[in-house]
């Protein structure tokens, strides 16, 4: 009898919790997310541009009428609409031949003329031009072209260009894999080398010296030509499949090989410069030559990701010399290298982890020595904007540097090179979206947090971040927060380890009742190539109209992502399958403590791409917790994705490190409820990624759904995707059926 009451308890608590809503109703509010919030939003400054070399600026924002352009002039005190947007929608219509609504214009930012007299924009893909004294409006004599690269491509540096020397009198090109000049005056040419061939040619990256008269090019060795194969089942212009090919290279591939050679015109000398463990290079670019035409200097990215190098070639002995030598234990994260060279000294400014943070260092370059740590401490240095070489001042963003605060927020600084004195030009506890004008005077700062609506001002840099202007037209959420949305919340907890902050952000549905219990749903994406929780203010986050569904959900960047010391990104290194969990983990039961609302007994997860790796290994390496998984486009297997991704955090050589992170491995493990979803032609990420868990599943008679999307490229699923999605946490989460799709007017969502 005892049994029969307790089971009967559970069952009120569990029906208690239950949505109070029809789920049909509940769909139409996560449907309507931007209707009902994000469209009230008025007044942020978003598409921020200094104008030309004003010290003005022009944005877009969303006001009550609709899209509408502003500008701001901080030495005037000015806010205003910078042109008059019926007049031009009206000449608009006429060259478009549709009627244009005023205040919804077909593009988001423009340009002005030099004289401010005209504004330049684009509709689709052709570029236009109106006059503001008359609003008459043209199409632009010179369109900018732009090609779109695929990603991936292969360059293989055996173009037929022609490059002239600075003093125009020559240009040097490649012919049969040598290199040759020509005399442009003369029309004679001349063949510098004679040992390229159609296997091994001199690069037709070509680089003269300032006094044009030497030259650099690297002999080239080819690497691997792996291709990526797509089959496009249902193409728009033909009834039967076509195949697509694109270049693909993968962890362990042979790379291209680069060996510097110099060049000397008038003493008729050639140097090959020997370069250490030149077959281990990842990549060896950056030449550019020193402004005394004595020496050239390139990055030298060794393979595996642990040394990179600045090498010098000095042309008149032949050797070479480290400017900078970085060396890690684990991986140094090379798209993040930065280096600035002093054009008025013999001084180079560098970015590193060697203490642990993200510091500058300040180089010595004839000596290759430090001359000083320019920055120091438990914080990170994110990026340098501007040097001023007669100021000796750095301009730079950071964060972290106050202890008290949410360590990921964006703030800038000045540092003062020769007293080491760091001024903060931003000292509010938030995010700083920054603008700055050409000359670096004034700064445009759109500051917030997820908790904290947008203020918009205007600094001088000059004066140390000094408001010279808070525009009278702010942000405005107060209709947003009238139709009944909830602010999400910023929330800290420690991680693994009982002593580190791991930062998140919680969303909870509009309708909310903290006297009920609500699944919980993790959005991951734990990429380690940065941080990827927002911290800037927005009515509508990626996961926030699903939370409309009667779901919690969370955001977290747990160890193993950017922006924090080098220990805390160092937990990625051959383990990404990590993907910070036991910090997510900790994380949610501390937030479950604290708000009893969070049912942590039901807890979804999804991503996509590096986050659909993460997802499924969620559910198969921490099923105990997580219990419904939706993964996307997922890297399952890193050796079969892209090989400048997956080796930066993998390392090199290939080993079992690659097996014992692969969802494909491991599928055998899969515990709870699985949907995969795929875009067949995905070409950021292998498809047979995918379609190998599929087939692994499948051997070991385990329960998934699968969704494939026919001509569809890297996804989260898009509209059809989005509500499959949602269909399967309902179902596996609230054990709610979905609406009747295939009886529903879609009108009704």
Same mark, same amino acid.
């Given at each position: 009898?005892?049994?029969?009451?307790?089971?009967?308890?559970?069952?009120?608590?569990?029906?208690?919790?239950?949505?109070?809503?029809?789920?049909?109703?509940?769909?139409?509010?996560?449907?309507?997310?931007?209707?009902?919030?994000?469209?009230?939003? =008025?007044?942020?400054?978003?598409?921020? $541009?200094?104008?030309?070399?004003?010290? !003005?600026?022009?944005?877009?924002?969303?006001?009550?009428?609709?899209?509408?352009?502003?500008?701001?002039?901080?030495?005037?005190?000015?806010?205003?609409?910078?042109?008059?947007?019926?007049?031009?929608?009206?000449?608009?219509?006429?060259?478009?031949?549709?009627?244009?609504?005023?205040?919804?214009?077909?593009?988001?930012?423009? $340009?002005?003329?030099?004289?401010?007299?005209?504004?330049?924009?684009?509709?689709?893909?052709?570029?236009?031009?109106?006059?503001? !004294?008359?609003?008459?409006? %043209?199409? +632009?004599?010179?369109?900018?072209?732009?090609?779109?690269?695929?990603?991936?491509?292969?360059?293989?540096?055996?173009?037929?260009?022609?490059?002239?020397?600075?003093?125009?009198?020559?240009?040097? =090109?490649?012919?049969?894999?040598?290199?040759?000049?020509?005399?442009?005056?003369?029309?004679?040419?001349?063949?510098?080398?004679?040992? @390229?061939?159609?296997?091994?040619?001199?690069?037709?990256?070509?680089?003269?010296?300032?006094?044009?008269?030497?030259?650099?090019?690297?002999?080239?060795?080819?690497?691997?030509?792996?291709?990526?194969?797509?089959?496009? !089942?249902?193409?728009?212009?033909?009834?039967?499949?076509?195949?697509?090919?694109?270049?693909?290279?993968?962890?362990?591939?042979?790379?291209?090989?680069?060996?510097?050679?110099?060049?000397?015109?008038?003493?008729?000398?050639?140097?090959?410069?020997?370069?250490?463990?030149?077959?281990?290079?990842?990549?060896?670019?950056?030449?550019?030559?020193?402004? !005394?035409?004595?020496?050239?200097?390139?990055?030298?990215?060794? $393979?595996?990701?642990?040394?990179?190098?600045?090498? +010098? @070639?000095?042309?008149?002995?032949?050797?070479?010399?480290?400017?900078?030598?970085?060396?890690?234990?684990? #991986?140094?994260?090379?798209?993040?290298?930065?280096?600035?060279?002093?054009?008025?000294?013999?001084?180079?400014?560098?970015?590193?982890?060697?203490?642990?943070?993200?510091?500058? =260092?300040?180089?010595?370059?004839?000596?290759?020595?430090?001359?000083?740590?320019?920055?120091?401490?438990?914080?990170?240095?994110?990026?340098?904007?501007?040097?001023?070489?007669?100021?000796?001042?750095?301009?730079?963003?950071?964060?972290?540097?106050?202890?008290?605060?949410?360590?990921?927020?964006?703030?800038?600084?000045?540092?003062?090179?020769?007293?080491?004195?760091?001024?903060?030009?931003?000292?509010?506890?938030?995010?700083?979206?920054?603008?700055?004008?050409?000359?670096?005077?004034?700064? #445009?700062?759109?500051?917030?947090?997820?908790?904290?609506?947008?203020?918009?001002?205007?600094?001088?840099?000059?004066?140390?971040?000094?408001?010279?202007?808070?525009?009278?037209?702010?942000?405005?959420?107060?209709?947003?927060?009238?139709?009944?949305?909830?602010?999400?919340?910023?929330?800290?907890?420690?991680?693994?380890?009982?002593?580190?902050?791991?930062?998140?952000?919680?969303?909870?549905?509009?309708?909310?009742?903290?006297?009920?219990?609500?699944?919980?749903?993790?959005?991951? =994406?734990?990429?380690?190539?940065?941080?990827?929780?927002?911290?800037?203010?927005?009515?509508?986050? $990626?996961?926030?109209?699903?939370?409309?569904?009667?779901?919690?959900?969370?955001?977290?960047? @747990?160890?193993?992502?950017?922006?924090?010391?080098?220990? #805390?990104?160092?937990?990625?290194?051959?383990?990404?399958?990590?993907?910070?969990?036991?910090?997510?983990?900790?994380?949610?039961?501390?937030?479950?403590?604290?708000?009893?609302?969070?049912?942590?007994?039901?807890?979804?997860?999804?991503?996509?791409? %590096? @986050?659909?790796?993460?997802?499924? %290994?969620?559910?198969?390496?921490?099923?105990?917790?997580?219990?419904?998984?939706?993964?996307?486009?997922?890297?399952?297997?890193?050796?079969?994705?892209?090989?400048?991704?997956?080796?930066?955090?993998?390392?090199?050589?290939?080993?079992?490190?690659?097996?014992?992170?692969?969802?494909?491995?491991?599928?055998?493990?899969?515990?709870?409820?699985?949907?995969?979803?795929?875009?067949?032609?995905?070409?950021?990420?292998?498809?047979?990624?995918?379609?190998?868990?599929?087939?692994?599943?499948?051997?070991?008679?385990?329960?998934?759904?699968?969704?494939?999307?026919?001509?569809?490229?890297?996804?989260?699923?898009?509209?059809?995707?989005?509500?499959?999605?949602?269909?399967? #946490?309902?179902?596996?989460?609230?054990?709610?059926?979905?609406?009747?799709?295939?009886?529903?007017?879609?009108?009704?969502?």
């Amino acid at each position: 009898m005892k049994s029969l009451f307790s089971y009967f308890f559970f069952f009120l608590i569990f029906v208690s919790s239950v949505p109070a809503q029809s789920i049909d109703s509940l769909y139409q509010l996560a449907d309507r997310y931007h209707e009902r919030f994000t469209s009230k939003f =008025y007044y942020n400054g978003t598409n921020i $541009r200094a104008v030309n070399d004003s010290h !003005s600026f022009v944005y877009t924002t969303q006001t009550p009428r609709g899209k509408e352009f502003y500008m701001i002039d901080p030495e005037q005190k000015t806010q205003k609409n910078v042109f008059d947007q019926e007049r031009l929608a009206t000449s608009l219509s006429k060259i478009l031949d549709k009627k244009m609504d005023a205040y919804n214009l077909p593009f988001q930012q423009f $340009r002005f003329s030099n004289q401010q007299d005209s504004i330049f924009f684009r509709v689709d893909t052709t570029d236009y031009y109106a006059a503001l !004294s008359d609003y008459k409006v %043209a199409m +632009a004599k010179e369109q900018s072209w732009r090609r779109d690269i695929y990603w991936s491509t292969i360059f293989r540096e055996d173009s037929k260009e022609k490059v002239p020397s600075p003093d125009g009198k020559k240009e040097a =090109y490649i012919s049969e894999g040598n290199l040759w000049i020509k005399d442009r005056e003369s029309g004679k040419s001349q063949k510098l080398s004679d040992d @390229g061939s159609p296997y091994e040619y001199y690069s037709s990256n070509i680089y003269w010296s300032p006094d044009s008269r030497k030259i650099v090019s690297c002999k080239y060795r080819p690497g691997a030509d792996r291709q990526l194969t797509l089959v496009s !089942s249902s193409p728009q212009d033909q009834l039967q499949p076509k195949i697509e090919t694109l270049d693909y290279l993968k962890p362990g591939d042979a790379l291209p090989v680069r060996r510097p050679v110099a060049f000397l015109l008038d003493e008729d000398k050639i140097i090959s410069f020997d370069v250490p463990e030149v077959e281990s290079q990842y990549e060896l670019n950056n030449i550019k030559w020193d402004k !005394s035409s004595d020496f050239f200097t390139f990055d030298f990215n060794k $393979r595996g990701h642990q040394q990179f190098i600045i090498y +010098a @070639g000095d042309v008149h002995s032949g050797t070479l010399r480290p400017v900078v030598n970085e060396e890690s234990p684990t #991986f140094i994260h090379y798209n993040g290298v930065y280096q600035y060279w002093f054009k008025e000294s013999d001084e180079l400014l560098w970015i590193s982890e060697r203490d642990g943070w993200r510091h500058i =260092y300040l180089y010595d370059v004839p000596s290759g020595k430090v001359k000083k740590q320019l920055t120091k401490g438990e914080w990170v240095v994110k990026t340098v904007v501007n040097v001023d070489e007669k100021r000796k001042q750095v301009l730079f963003k950071a964060c972290g540097m106050d202890k008290d605060e949410d360590p990921y927020l964006e703030k800038y600084y000045t540092l003062d090179m020769n007293n080491g004195k760091i001024t903060a030009l931003t000292p509010e506890n938030a995010q700083h979206n920054v603008t700055f004008t050409k000359d670096y005077r004034y700064m #445009f700062d759109v500051y917030s947090r997820v908790d904290l609506v947008p203020t918009m001002v205007i600094r001088s840099v000059v004066d140390g971040g000094k408001v010279v202007y808070k525009p009278e037209i702010q942000p405005d959420v107060s209709n947003v927060v009238g139709a009944g949305w909830r602010m999400p919340e910023v929330f800290s907890a420690k991680g693994r380890d009982g002593e580190t902050d791991i930062w998140g952000m919680i969303i909870r549905p509009s309708n909310f009742d903290p006297t009920k219990k609500y699944p919980v749903i993790e959005y991951i =994406y734990a990429g380690p190539h940065d941080s990827h929780v927002p911290k800037s203010f927005a009515v509508e986050y $990626r996961p926030s109209a699903l939370a409309e569904l009667g779901f919690i959900t969370v955001m977290i960047d @747990g160890m193993g992502t950017a922006n924090r010391s080098k220990a #805390f990104h160092d937990v990625c290194w051959k383990n990404l399958k990590d993907a910070g969990f036991p910090d997510r983990i900790a994380w949610m039961k501390a937030a479950a403590e604290k708000y009893p609302e969070m049912d942590i007994d039901r807890v979804g997860i999804y991503g996509g791409s %590096a @986050g659909g790796q993460n997802a499924m %290994a969620a559910l198969l390496f921490h099923p105990d917790f997580y219990k419904v998984g939706v993964a996307s486009c997922g890297c399952h297997d890193n050796r079969m994705d892209k090989i400048w991704w997956n080796e930066q955090w993998m390392g090199y050589p290939i080993g079992k490190h690659y097996e014992e992170c692969s969802n494909v491995v491991n599928a055998h493990l899969l515990k709870g409820n699985l949907m995969l979803i795929l875009g067949e032609l995905d070409n950021n990420v292998d498809p047979s990624s995918t379609l190998q868990v599929v087939n692994e599943l499948i051997k070991h008679d385990k329960e998934f759904e699968f969704v494939m999307l026919p001509g569809v490229r890297h996804t989260s699923g898009e509209k059809y995707g989005e509500r499959k999605r949602r269909d399967f #946490f309902m179902k596996h989460l609230w054990g709610m059926d979905a609406p009747e799709w295939n009886v529903v007017k879609s009108k009704d969502f």
